[in-house]
């Protein structure tokens, strides 16, 4: 297993934007952790990523 080296949360009030978000994350060595998750207020959508050790 893999050591988590670095930890970060993104959100958006849009799914479509967070996926965006995520997938540009994921080109720079991001790797989402669970599932996205709500936050009610204000209303967002969040997406924890990790970065792991190499």
Do not use: H
Not at 21 to 37: H, S, Y
């Amino acid at each position: 297993m893999n050591k988590i080296v670095d930890y970060d949360i993104l959100s958006n009030k849009s799914y479509d934007e967070l996926i965006e978000e995520v997938k540009e994350a994921m080109k720079n060595g991001w790797q989402p952790l669970g599932g996205a998750f709500n936050v009610v207020s204000p209303i967002r959508i969040c997406q924890t990523i990790v970065k792991y050790e190499e």
